[in-house]
């Protein structure tokens, strides 16, 4: 039996784990954190339960779903979300739900979408152009360009476009004048539904995948030597392997490696992310939520988006209590507050807003996740290209969201690592 190891405990490499498994291989995973899931983990406060980040699954993969099912059962979101902006509150998307708005605003922004310019998707190739031409001028600046620094830690102009998929509504003028004349009763979500595991929190979706996986926790990898096929620990140790799969960031493997060229050096160093705190916070009263989640994109607020893990779940709170989690996000270079000050804001604002009062708190934390989201400026696709190549001449197999450097969700994680243990199989 070939040894197989497997760097990172996510989505990705419990599914790679999972699939050799299924074919008659056995793998050893390493996990530097002292439990596994990685993004899909969660943390609990006093009683209060939070993931790290929003997180439902809405996977459209029949058996992936049944997997998910194996672990216990769903609750069933409708994908209902809403949009703060200066004092209003929007249904999303917010293009398509003016209605609360002053009838100045919304003339500027119809206005501005008539006028828009009419140039072909395919032609264009930056962000900020892409949201011109979807949504007028007016409303570009003011939603999509605040909200893409607050999101993605860049403006909008530093972006591509092959990342949007549907991920963005683009509305026609009718769609949008009938937003702007009533309340919406259509959902122009990209998905139908949003599930979430009714016990457990989000990681809970993976039990099932986990067991039977064998998984060293509290083992970061330090060093990999490719020519002598061995990895070195934290702790000191050393293993070797036969194949090596990793779901490591891409930046982080390259600094484990040995004499890797400058070209390669270079471009791993040039993969732009974000990374960000979670402001958890726990309330004394079970009504204190009342969106499932919502994005916020005055600049002068903190967080881009906050939701509710009472909402998700109840399971994720005390009898009686609710809570909110607030993402705040910078790009990887930004200088990045310190966390004291970035959570006193947060709680300031939000209570501005009048979402809670300070007695109203019981838990209030803050956390930092080094990697996010991946953003996709106009030189990652050959910059994450050069890095892959060198780890394949190198014999590592790199997946997952950031092993792959992709906008991945959850069960795209997955089937990428299934795909990669497929690889090893078929090698
Ligand atoms: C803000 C946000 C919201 C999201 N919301 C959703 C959502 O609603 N639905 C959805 O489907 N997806 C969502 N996702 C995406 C989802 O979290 C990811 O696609 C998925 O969790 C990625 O899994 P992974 O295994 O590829 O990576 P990870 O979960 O990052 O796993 C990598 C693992 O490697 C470990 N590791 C790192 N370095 C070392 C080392 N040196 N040695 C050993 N181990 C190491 C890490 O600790 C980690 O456990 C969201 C992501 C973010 C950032």
């Not at 922004?109 to 828009?116: E, N, P, Q, S, T």
């Not at 990793?246 to 040995?258: A, D, K, R, T």
């Not at 967080?303 to 998700?312: E, I, M």
Request: charged share 20%.
């Amino acid at each position: 039996m070939k040894e197989v190891v497997i760097l990172g405990g996510g989505i990705a490499g419990l599914s790679a784990a999972y699939r050799l498994r299924q074919a008659g291989w056995e793998s050893r995973i390493f996990e530097k954190d002292p439990d596994w899931g990685g993004l899909c983990g969660n943390f609990t406060i006093n009683g209060f339960r939070f993931d790290r980040f929003v997180h439902f699954t809405f996977t459209s993969d029949p058996q992936l779903q049944q997997l998910f099912a194996a672990s216990g059962p769903l609750w069933n979101h409708p994908p209902v979300s809403s949009n703060y902006y200066h004092g209003y509150w929007l249904y999303h998307p917010a293009q398509n739900n003016l209605y609360p708005l002053p009838t100045e605003e919304k003339v500027k922004i119809i206005a501005g979408f008539v006028k828009r310019k009419q140039v072909p998707v395919s032609e264009i190739t930056d962000y900020e152009t892409w949201l011109r031409v979807q949504y007028g001028n007016y409303f570009a600046e003011h939603f999509p360009f605040a909200y893409t620094r607050k999101y993605w830690g860049a403006e909008p102009k530093e972006l591509e476009t092959k990342w949007v998929g549907n991920r963005m509504h683009a509305p026609t003028l009718e769609e949008v004048l009938k937003g702007a004349f009533e309340k919406p009763t259509e959902n122009f979500y990209y998905t139908s539904v949003m599930r979430y595991p009714q016990k457990g929190g989000f990681k809970s979706i993976l039990s099932a995948l986990a067991q039977g996986a064998d998984i060293t926790l509290n083992k970061q990898a330090v060093s990999i030597n490719p020519a002598a096929k061995s990895v070195c620990f934290a702790d000191g140790t050393t293993g070797t392997y036969e194949k090596l799969l990793s779901s490591l960031p891409l930046p982080e493997i390259v600094n484990l490696l040995p004499d890797v060229p400058a070209s390669v050096q270079n471009s791993a160093k040039s993969l732009r992310h974000t990374c960000g705190y979670q402001i958890s916070l726990g309330f004394n009263k079970p009504d204190i939520a009342k969106h499932l989640w919502f994005y916020i994109y005055d600049e002068d607020i903190p967080p881009a988006r906050v939701y509710s893990p009472s909402l998700k779940s109840p399971d994720n709170v005390p009898q009686g209590c609710s809570s909110l989690q607030a993402e705040v996000f910078y790009g990887n270079t930004a200088s990045i507050p310190p966390a004291q000050t970035v959570l006193q804001t947060t709680v300031e604002k939000l209570q501005q807003m009048g979402l809670f009062k300070s007695e109203d708190i019981l838990v209030k934390d803050i956390r930092f996740e080094p990697y996010a989201n991946i953003t996709f400026d106009h030189a990652i696709y050959q910059n994450r290209q050069i890095v892959l190549d060198y780890l394949t001449s190198l014999g590592i197999y790199s997946m997952g969201r950031f092993g792959k450097w992709a906008y991945y969700w959850t069960h795209q994680a997955f089937e990428d690592g299934k795909i990669t243990a497929e690889k090893i199989i078929n090698d």
